[in-house]
């Protein structure tokens, strides 16, 4: 319980620190500031917590020990709760295994960096490490090494100012910046903040690095170097690549102007609200504790248990402890008398120094020497009340009695006998130390350590590692072609939509001008203006059966018209209880995530949805267009139960605000 307590409170100072820098630090100019101040905010996000507040604050009365020994001793034993401690331990494993996998990947990105210096040739410019390489993920920095990229010349203007970004970061040792983070944020994966704080670390890297190599150069030049520029490569750990991403954020920065001072008051406040906080949670501490004390005199009133009986049964180790403990109490409760005894006594000796000089000089019978004399009877006349006071009596008496119990149960038979127990037992812990058996076994445990560290440096331990580390890299490479697969995929299906809707529009537009001019050429025919006048009273001269039949044949042919309409049978209705939107750009990355849209309670939602999708789906099961829409209802079935418990629906979405659905999917249970 105390590591996690632990680790909620590291993470509550982390996220406060950043919060901090959040609102007052971050966009400014003092970077160096910025740099270290996130720096000792992991620092002091870790020891903070480790401080105890009862190392600042008053005492709690001792009499608590006796208190608690007299509670237990009238207190049944409870069995320990050994499913927690074990639900505890599985978790505690977990998050160190992760840290593992995560300390085991940076240090692998490190080998990775010193396989490098091996596989390209050394130059040395001005004490640094330069390496010419074909990397593309160069130029960037480790320590003293400098890996730069062939394609870019180093004596032209935007080589010259790379080259001056990558020694700052040389020069300003970033390198361990970066390793400090890197093992943070392995070893404590879980707190975000802290991966927050290493994100706006290698920023400020950056600005950094970008404000020297700008000094006394063309700024707008060294920005259109970084647009003109590009980085596709995957960046390795602890390294400060030049073309790292934000390239936003640097160019603003660039630009901005120098902060006021007027920012050392907000630089200022945290310290001082720290320790106003401090203050006052010590003071409420305090506070709590006098009262608790309290509480314990009164209730210690209530207990006398003044004898002891070494032959009772009970331990003698602790019948010692507690006539000790006791004692150290009333020794405490003495100590405020003899404070105030040790001041009056200070007071006396310096009357008397008076007195003495008054009589060296012979002035023993003035009103000055009366004074004093006077002044020496009142204090000594003090010490005397605190003396023979009944709580200094009570106090001392009692310290008496428990010290003389002490050296009553020291002189005893069975402590004599514990001692000599105790040495007894000492010996035999030496002479097993020194005996040949032990000896023996250190050897041994020696000769395995040596045969663990052989393994680890033998050569087929070292294949094994390289054929993992080959696989790992194969693996990832087949990730990323289906990555692009998939992505090549969605944009093809966005194009193909968008093209078949553009389509749609098109030929409705022309369905419904074929339709208007088909229904005009048939009122031309029919002359229907002359047979059918809005003028016509069809009460005195209703439809004859001749009349009636045009209408039907006119009505039959524009129902045939409609019936040729595309997309007639693309839509369909559903009776359903939820319905589920999932919207994914052309990259394959979530731009919306839609609730459930739940019908309202004691009422069944008709869905209706255009059908006209690639790929449809029951209950996972990918089936035909016809065995999807079984599932279909008539609006006239709304009083009836919904035969589909969700209704998902995929889309992609484009860069016009427009998304088509991709796939569906009926489930019913």
């Excluded at 401690?85 to 995560?102: E, K, M, Q, R, W």
């Excluded at 404000?211 to 970084?226: C, E, I, N, P, Y």
């Excluded at 204090?379 to 008496?397: P, T």
């Excluded at 809005?534 to 209408?551: F, G, H, N, Q």
């Amino acid at each position: 319980m105390e590591a996690l307590f632990y680790i909620l409170k590291v993470m509550i100072c982390s996220g406060v620190l950043l919060g901090y820098y959040y609102l007052s630090l971050k966009d400014k100019t003092f970077h160096h500031y910025n740099r270290f101040y996130l720096l000792f905010s992991i620092l002091i996000s870790l020891l903070l917590p480790l401080i105890r507040l009862e190392d600042f604050t008053i005492e709690v009365n001792q009499n608590i020990y006796m208190l608690i020994d007299t509670v237990q001793n009238f207190s049944p034993s409870e069995n320990t709760n050994t499913h927690e401690n074990l639900y505890y331990t599985f978790a505690f494993s977990v998050l160190g295994i992760i840290s593992v996998y995560f300390l085991g990947k940076f240090i692998y990105g490190t080998f990775k960096i010193h396989e490098l210096k091996t596989q390209f040739e050394r130059e040395n410019i001005e004490g640094i490490n330069f390496y010419r390489t074909d990397l593309t993920d160069a130029p960037f920095s480790y320590f003293k090494n400098l890996f730069w990229k062939n394609s870019i010349i180093l004596n032209s203007e935007i080589g010259k100012q790379i080259l001056k970004h990558e020694m700052v970061h040389i020069e300003q040792k970033h390198t361990f910046d970066k390793i400090i983070l890197e093992i943070i944020t392995s070893v404590l994966w879980f707190n975000p903040f802290y991966h927050l704080i290493k994100r706006e670390i290698n920023l400020i890297h950056e600005y950094l690095a970008d404000k020297k190599a700008v000094k006394q150069s063309d700024t707008r030049a060294f920005a259109q170097m970084l647009l003109a520029s590009h980085f596709s490569g995957t960046e390795l750990p602890a390294t400060s690549p030049f073309l790292s991403s934000n390239l936003k954020k640097r160019l603003t920065m660039l630009q901005k102007s120098q902060t006021k001072f007027g920012y050392a008051r907000r630089i200022l406040a945290l310290p001082v609200v720290f320790t106003v906080a401090f203050a006052y949670m010590v003071n409420a501490k305090n506070k709590e504790i006098a009262k608790t004390n309290l509480e314990i005199e009164k209730a210690v009133s209530q207990i006398k248990k003044d004898t002891i009986r070494p032959d009772s049964g009970e331990d003698i180790d602790d019948l010692l402890n507690e006539q000790l403990r006791k004692g150290d109490f009333y020794n405490e409760a003495l100590k405020e008398d003899e404070e105030r005894i040790n001041k009056i006594t200070q007071k006396i000796s310096e009357k008397s120094e008076e007195i003495q000089k008054l009589v060296k000089s012979k002035k023993t019978k003035t009103p000055e020497f009366e004074a004093k004399e006077n002044e020496i009877e009142a204090l000594s006349r003090q010490i005397d009340e605190i003396v023979n006071s009944d709580k200094y009596k009570k106090n001392m008496k009692a310290l008496e009695d428990h010290y003389n119990n002490a050296g009553k149960i020291i002189e005893s038979p069975e402590f004599k006998m514990k001692i000599a127990e105790a040495e007894k037992k000492a010996k035999e812990a030496e002479a097993m130390v020194n005996s040949p058996e032990f000896k023996r076994k250190i050897e041994e445990a020696e000769k395995e350590a040596k045969k663990a560290e052989a393994m680890v440096n033998s050569p087929e331990f070292k294949r094994k590692i390289k054929r993992v580390e080959k696989a790992a890299r194969k693996a990832e490479k087949e990730a990323e072609k289906i990555g692009e697969a998939t992505q090549k995929e969605l944009e093809t299906f966005y194009k193909d939509a968008e093209k078949k809707r553009q389509d749609a529009v098109k030929k409705s537009a022309e369905d419904k001008q074929k339709l208007t001019k088909t229904i005009e050429l048939s009122r031309r025919e029919y002359a229907f203006d002359e047979k059918f006048p809005k003028s016509r009273d069809y009460e005195k001269k209703p439809l004859t059966e001749t009349e009636k039949e045009l209408l039907k044949k006119e009505a039959k042919k524009i129902q045939d018209l409609h019936q040729n309409t595309p997309n007639k049978n693309n839509f369909a209705i559903f009776r359903i209880d939820n319905s589920l939107n999932k919207i994914v750009d052309v990259h394959g990355a979530e731009v919306k995530a839609e609730n459930n849209k739940k019908s309202p309670v004691g009422k069944t939602a008709l869905f209706m949805i255009s059908v006209d999708v690639p790929e449809l789906y029951v209950n996972g099961k990918k089936v035909s267009r016809e065995e999807f829409m079984a599932y279909q209802s008539d609006p006239k079935d709304i009083n009836l139960p919904a035969n589909i418990k969700v209704f998902k629906v995929d889309r992609v979405a484009g860069s016009n605000n427009r998304s088509y659905a991709k796939r569906m999917e009926i489930i019913t249970y």
